[in-house]
């Protein structure tokens, strides 16, 4: 999905060439999010002027068309802000044209690179248009930045020479959807905007002297200051213009202007960041990181400022201020600078071709991680700490509701049961499209679950609020810390994957499905009449890293059953029951996503009730034949298939009699895995199909962490 970054330099001299390399870099630190255009704006060789580079394509494209237009590398700033950009095409092709940043006019006098997507572009678009402003671009972001030129213009001409901030405030009133932007303009030298509305952004500060303080101070408007005139009307219902100014925008008014700011109107409390005030008060050299994403900030700083909704950066001066447009009551006051725990290291490939290949491989080490620290495997106790507090609230829900979108659904689907079981609290699985799509009655004795790597994914972030509102309490099972899920939940568990780069989730499924099931095991942990089922379940987990490390060793086998029996097939056929019907799901939709094999994941009690016409003997199968309770029905659905000269690949337990047998007698393969306890033999079976559907696609020539069309962060509905 699309990707912010912004690097500012104060008192720290840069040569352009350096700055540019820094941006691009930048660039490529998100690449993992899927993208299909980049583009970054730097300062010109005149005083106002601004360079912007934009291709589509991947950011080595972009490098090579800076090189093309030869830019004077050796030009030095003191102090200098640039903003960058991979664009993910929501509206308008990726061509370069819609490639951001996106400018305000030919002269380039506000540029913007934006997250999310402006729902009321299309009105904006047509009230600048009225007013004579030429667009170029198919995209929303480009609304934004003709906003900024024509209130700068309006403003001015009312004789009002605004801060950047405060016209800021006056473009974001006019906007409607989801946005994380940054902007920058030649009227506001090396200065820099940076907002948010549900979609991420955090700002990195690097300095040589330690900050006086790790936090910065909210500032907003005092509580007498008026509401400054609105500037320009965009749709009917927004923003309390009183019905004279409405009425201008449906007659479409040339008249709309922006009507003069009243006196003291701006009357803002301005205070120079305690963070950034140096012992003698002279200036602090200073760099400032901004992106939407830790990865590309913390090769240079570890130091880390989350953004809230709303919030409006204003970085210039060496200072990073923050300002709301309002004092909220109980709302914090500061927004905390922290330090980002994630090192470098963990986000390169290491000796691995692809993200992918490498998250398989840190199976046995991520889930070890999730586990780490919190189960007690000598008194079988589990101990989540951010669940603690909450879990007396939660045992009185009157159900559990698990919403979640892709693999984070599958892990949610796989626990079902073990939750069911432990808990005695209903509890039902959302895929949070169609959860929002039905408006799905929530009470205040419900419990939500949300489930997402990311913590950013839009669909799953707008279940999430809708809960809120509805006054349920709200878990997040999430593995990006710092992430909006994490942050805006009451209460959860970071599933301590580590970061995840391959577009195709391997490890923080396995991850989260442990997540879950120590979240079950918490919620029972006052049941005597279930000690000996937990105890069986937490001695499993114990031997899982190794047995996934074991099932690592299929690999040789797999990747060559990919390059002989499942070559150049068109479909595959993925049969589960029970605990296994979600490996199933999951192991179909690894294999469509990036080996664009057509697959599904099919209940094996369902097979006679459609699937079964087609199966023959040149359709490829995989069934999950391991032992549980309804092994005797797996053995059943498989004689079905085998019956109608099927001859399927089956994920079993090593040495299991039954299959040993069988294949003597039938056209079948296995595939062994060990055996655990029922609840956790998805999280073996599922590593044969990660490994699978690695090598089907690695055997197409496919680049395996960014397959076509998908994105590894979707923020968008
Ligand atoms: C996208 C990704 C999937 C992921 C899903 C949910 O579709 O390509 O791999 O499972 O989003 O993402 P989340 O970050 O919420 O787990």
């Given amino acids: ?410 892990s949610c689907l796989a626990t079902r049961a073990i939750f069911e079981e432990l808990s005695d609290i209903p509890v039902s699985v959302e895929l949070a499209s169609d959860f929002l799509d039905r408006k799905c009655p929530v009470f205040r004795d419900d419990v939500c679950v949300f489930v997402s790597q990311s913590g950013e994914t839009a669909d799953t972030m707008l279940a999430l609020n809708y809960c809120l509102e509805r006054g349920a309490l709200t878990v997040g099972i999430v593995n990006s810390v710092g992430s909006s899920i994490s942050r805006v939940t009451h209460c959860g568990v970071h599933i301590n994957a580590g970061p995840e780069i391959g577009v195709a989730s391997t490890k923080a499924y396995t991850s989260q499905y442990i997540a879950l099931v120590m979240f079950a095991l918490s919620l029972s942990d006052d049941r005597v009449s279930k000690i000996d089922r937990r105890i069986e379940i937490i001695q499993g987990l114990k031997l899982i890293p190794g047995q996934i490390k074991q099932v690592l060793k299929l690999e040789p086998r797999i990747k060559k059953l990919c390059a002989t029996e499942l070559k150049d097939q068109k479909s595959l056929l993925l049969l589960g029951r029970g605990y296994q019907f979600a490996a199933a799901l999951e192991g179909a939709l690894k294999i469509k996503e990036i080996s664009y094999m057509h697959s599904e994941g099919v209940l094996a009690g369902e097979l006679k009730h459609g699937v079964l016409a087609l199966v023959d003997e040149n359709l490829p199968i995989i069934a999950f034949g391991t032992r549980d309770s309804l092994f005797p029905k797996v053995v059943s659905s498989i004689e079905q298939v085998t019956a109608r000269k099927g001859h399927p690949i089956i994920i079993c337990n090593e040495n299991d009699e039954v299959w040993a047998q069988k294949s003597k007698s039938i056209d079948l393969q296995t595939l062994e895995v060990p055996q655990t306890v029922d609840c956790l033999q998805g999280l073996i079976n599922i590593i044969p199909l990660q490994l699978m559907s690695y090598w089907l696609a690695v055997n197409k020539g496919i680049d395996v962490d960014f397959p076509r069309n998908l994105a590894k962060s979707v923020t968008v509905e």
């Avoid at 479409?252 to 009243?262: K, R, W």
């Avoid at 400022?305 to 309002?326: C, P, T, V």
Wanted: proline fraction near 4%; charge should be negative.
């Fill in 1 to 410: 999905m699309c990707g912010i970054f912004g690097y500012c330099n104060y008192l720290v001299e840069r040569s352009r060439g350096e700055i540019i390399d820094t941006l691009v870099d930048g660039l490529q630190r998100l690449e993992y999010r899927g993208y299909d255009s980049t583009g970054i704006a730097i300062d010109g060789d005149e005083a106002d002027s601004t360079f912007i580079y934009k291709q589509i394509g991947k950011v080595s494209a972009l490098k090579e068309e800076i090189t093309k237009q030869n830019p004077n590398r050796d030009v030095t700033f003191v102090s200098h802000c640039g903003i960058a950009h991979t664009r993910w095409a929501t509206h308008g092709q990726p061509e370069q044209v819609n490639c951001h940043p996106q400018r305000s006019d030919p002269e380039d006098q506000f540029v913007v690179v934006h997250n999310g997507i402006i729902t009321n572009f299309r009105e904006l678009k047509t009230l600048l248009i009225n007013k004579g402003y030429k667009f170029e671009s198919d995209t929303d972001t480009e609304c934004i930045a003709k906003l900024y030129l024509h209130l700068y213009n309006t403003n001015l001409q009312n004789g009002h020479d605004l801060d950047f901030h405060e016209l800021t405030k006056l473009v974001l009133l006019e906007l409607e959807g989801s946005y994380g932007l940054l902007c920058k303009s030649c009227h506001y030298p090396n200065e820099v905007i940076a907002t948010r509305k549900g979609s991420p952004l955090l700002i990195g500060v690097k300095s040589e002297k330690k900050l006086k303080v790790d936090f910065v101070d909210v500032e907003f408007p005092e509580e007498n200051a008026g509401q400054p005139e609105i500037p320009l009307k965009s749709n009917n219902k927004s923003f309390g213009l009183g019905p004279k100014k409405a009425r201008e925008f449906e007659a479409g008014s040339q008249n709309a202007n922006l009507l003069p700011i009243a006196a003291n109107e701006f009357n803002l409390r301005h205070s120079q960041s305690r963070a950034f005030l140096s012992e003698d008060g002279s200036p602090t050299p200073v760099e400032f990181f901004v992106s939407s994403d830790a990865a590309s900030v913390v090769k240079h700083t570890k130091k880390v400022l989350f953004l809230e909704d709303d919030d409006l950066a204003h970085i210039y001066d060496g200072e990073l201020h923050i300002h709301r447009s309002r004092r909220e009551v109980g709302a914090s006051m500061t927004r905390s600078i922290q330090t980002l725990e994630m090192e470098l290291a963990q986000i390169m490939k290491g000796p691995y071709d692809h993200f992918m290949q490498k998250e398989i491989y840190e199976q046995p080490e991520s889930t070890f991680n999730t586990m780490r620290g919190r189960i007690d495997y000598e008194n079988n106790k589990v101990i989540l700490g951010g669940l603690k507090a909450w879990l007396p609230v939660i045992r009185r829900a009157r159900r559990l509701i698990m919403i979640a979108c892709g693999t984070s659904y599958h």
